[in-house]
């Protein structure tokens, strides 16, 4: 098993250009998450898709960040216009769910992003 | 709100010796998953245990074992027989309903030799 895959591993851009980060999930599980990565605020959850459908957003900062997921196998998460503050390692997770069971989340490699 | 406290920014051991790092966490559910997670300096999160709260038996995995004092709400991990690859940031977390993780601050293990 490929295991859960982001692209791109690294990203450098300029403040207030358009980041698109990417996710795959492994296949055939149904829970999709995309957390955030820094030294003041540690591992948070931004967001998490159940069979494609947004559960929960309450994590992601405000509104220059949006998250996708238009299949089961592909995941986006943009932040435009990106600002400094946003530099981060950002990670995708996925994971089975059957209904009333919790499962183990599976972590991507991450997507370090600097923006200048 | 769920919270997961870990009190130790870093701890150190020498290779070969056993190490044990703490979690404290706090919940007013009852049904419930305890993970701790490995993070090298690559950045690769890797599972190394998880324990279901229903389960009074403490979960092992080859020389990782936990500790999970569920009334005192601790979940602590052991590291027997250190080894210099165990060296990396280990985060204790926490899934309740929801299926979301909440995670600690991390205690950074250092192995030495």
Redesign the interface.
């Known amino acids: 098993d490929a295991g859960v895959i982001q692209s791109p591993r690294h990203e450098v851009t300029e403040m207030g250009q358009e980041v698109t980060l990417r996710c795959k999930p492994i296949s055939g599980h149904d829970?999709l998450?995309w957390?955030r990565q820094t030294m003041m605020r540690?591992?948070?959850?931004l967001i998490?898709f159940n069979n494609n459908v947004p559960?929960?957003d309450s994590g992601m900062p405000e509104d220059r960040f949006s998250a996708k997921m238009p299949n089961a196998s592909f995941s986006t998460l943009k932040i435009q216009p990106s600002e400094p503050r946003d530099s981060a390692?950002y990670?995708c997770?996925s994971?089975f769910?059957l209904a009333g069971v919790?499962?183990?989340?599976?972590?991507g490699?991450?997507t370090?992003l600097l923006v200048l | 709100a769920q919270t997961v406290t870990q009190s130790q920014p870093e701890m150190s051991v020498q290779e070969a010796e056993t190490v044990t790092l703490s979690c404290t966490y706090d919940t007013s559910e009852s049904?419930?998953?305890l993970?701790w997670?490995k993070q090298p300096p690559?950045?690769?999160?890797?599972?190394v245990i998880?324990q279901?709260a229903y389960k009074q038996q403490n979960a092992t995995e080859n020389r990782f074992s936990v500790n999970f004092q569920k009334a005192a709400k601790s979940f602590s991990l052991k590291i027997s027989d250190s080894q210099l690859g165990d060296a990396a940031m280990y985060?204790c977390a926490y899934?309740g309903g929801?299926?979301?993780?909440?995670?600690?601050?991390?205690t950074i293990l250092r192995v030495k030799s």
């Open positions: 829970y998450f957390y540690g591992l948070e959850l998490y559960i929960d390692v990670f997770a994971s769910g919790k499962e183990t989340q599976y972590f490699p991450g370090r | 049904d419930y998953y993970f997670y690559s950045r690769q999160m890797i599972l998880r279901e985060f899934m929801g299926n979301k993780l909440v995670f600690g601050a991390g």
